[in-house]
């Protein structure tokens, strides 16, 4: 069984700097076997995609909104992936999930539907 639990949630101000860790058992997501993303959501809205991570290639792709402020990276010694992000901004507050799959690639990785396995989700909250 697989389980993905992020960690490093928190609230700071604009401008600062933060980093979100996504543990797993039951699947690698230190190597390139799987494909590992972030998606941000707020409440009563569709997750929207972060960045992600692809298996094999270990390509990286980023959203607009995020590119050059977040970087996503594996840690092979602790089988987890980080989310770096800098120069927060409110805009930047949701709930972030972390999720994985051994069968996403492509522009399969932007879609939320196309991931079988999910965290619970940190609460990042940007705010003077």
């Known amino acids: 069984q697989v389980q993905l639990a992020e960690s490093g949630g928190g609230l700071v101000q604009p401008g600062a700097s933060m980093r979100l860790s996504c543990e797993a058992s039951g699947l690698s997501l230190a190597g390139s076997s799987s494909s590992v993303a972030w998606f941000r959501q707020v409440s009563g809205n569709q997750r929207e995609f972060v960045a992600a991570?692809?298996?094999?290639?270990?390509?990286?792709y980023y959203a607009d909104s995020v590119k050059g402020r977040f970087f996503i990276s594996r840690d092979k010694d602790k089988n987890n992936v980080n989310l770096q992000m800098m120069t927060l901004k409110p805009e930047d507050t949701a709930v972030y999930l972390c999720?994985?799959?051994?069968?996403?690639?492509?522009?399969?990785?932007?879609?939320?539907?196309?991931?079988?396995?999910w965290g619970q989700g940190t609460q990042v909250t940007v705010s003077v």
């Open positions: 999720a994985a799959d051994d069968s996403v690639w492509g522009s399969r990785l932007y879609t939320a539907s196309n991931y079988r396995n």
């Open positions: 991570a692809e298996f094999m290639s270990d390509n990286r």
